[in-house]
């Protein structure tokens, strides 16, 4: 599932291939991932052009002149700009067909990811409830999102109201950097702990941006690797435990990240 360093890598890809072109048509092949109805989409993209691209969390916002274009992933969404017709990607939702006879498809496997439109960026975070975003967050907006927050910390780094961009796997990834049993209290960690997870999100979300999202190019010492039944952990050598938490299936070291007495 696109988590902060996939999208951001989308990011990149349209805002090195799309931008400043003036977009002709559209071409809508399943309407199931539209928020919006396919006129109004039309409506505010034809004839306009993707001038700049903001990503807050696991959303691609892309400014059209006055609006945006809202991108969400969902599970298996993707980007793809190509220029001949026969090579329209598997796949593809909607297409945006470019003055320059080049196309920029969003594709999803499955009806998870969504487009939609928003007047303004502040709006769009107000109207969804985001938190800051969790790469580009500051240490006092970090601080300020956990004031009176409570549970258990892979909840809250689940929680997108909390901070923004963060999915399963780099949860799990921060939680293990960070030496943290996923189900400690959020409220019982002390600043120096608060500031090195705060260090470890950034951490592990550029490590992560850098490889591209690709989970397959892990360094050996990050737990991504070893997400699998009987792997043991790259630091103590412990097998690694599977948990379940609010339905979704997580990865530690009992070891390193020992539950508080
Ligand atoms: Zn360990």
Redo the contacts with the bound molecule.
């Keep these: 599932m696109p988590e902060l360093p996939e999208v951001e890598t989308y990011k990149r890809y349209l805002d090195g291939t799309s931008l400043n072109q003036i977009i002709i048509s559209v071409k809508v092949i399943d309407n199931r991932v539209l928020n919006i109805d396919e006129s109004y989409l039309r409506k505010f993209v034809i004839g306009n052009k993707f001038k700049s691209s903001i990503r807050h969390g696991k959303y691609l916002l892309v400014n059209l002149e006055q609006d945006y274009l809202i991108m969400h992933f969902g599970m298996t969404g993707d980007l793809k700009y190509y220029n001949k017709k026969g090579d329209e990607p598997k796949f593809s939702k909607v297409i945006f067909h470019f003055e320059n006879d080049f196309n920029l498809t969003y594709t999803s496997r499955r009806m998870f990811g969504r487009i939609d439109i928003a007047e303004s960026i502040e709006d769009f975070i107000e109207k969804k409830n985001l938190g800051p975003d969790a790469y580009k967050m500051s240490l006092e907006e970090f601080k300020g999102a956990l004031k009176r927050r409570s549970g258990i910390a892979k909840n809250l780094l689940l929680n997108q109201s909390f901070v923004a961009g963060i999915g399963n796997i780099y949860s799990d990834e921060i939680l293990?950097k960070t030496k943290l049993y996923p189900k400690t209290k959020i409220d019982t960690l002390d600043e120096s702990k608060i500031h090195e997870l705060f260090t470890n999100i950034k951490e592990v979300l550029q490590v992560g941006i850098e490889r591209k999202g690709d989970l397959s190019n892990y360094p050996n010492h990050f737990l991504i690797p070893h997400r699998k039944k009987d792997e043991?952990?790259?630091?103590?050598?412990?097998g690694?435990e599977r948990n379940e938490i609010s339905g979704r299936h997580g990865f530690y070291?009992?070891?390193?990240?020992k539950k508080s007495p």
């Excluded at 043991?232 to 412990?238: M, Q």
Aim: one cysteine or more; a neutral charge.
């Design positions: 293990f043991h952990c790259p630091i103590c050598n412990t690694i070291c009992p070891n390193c990240q």
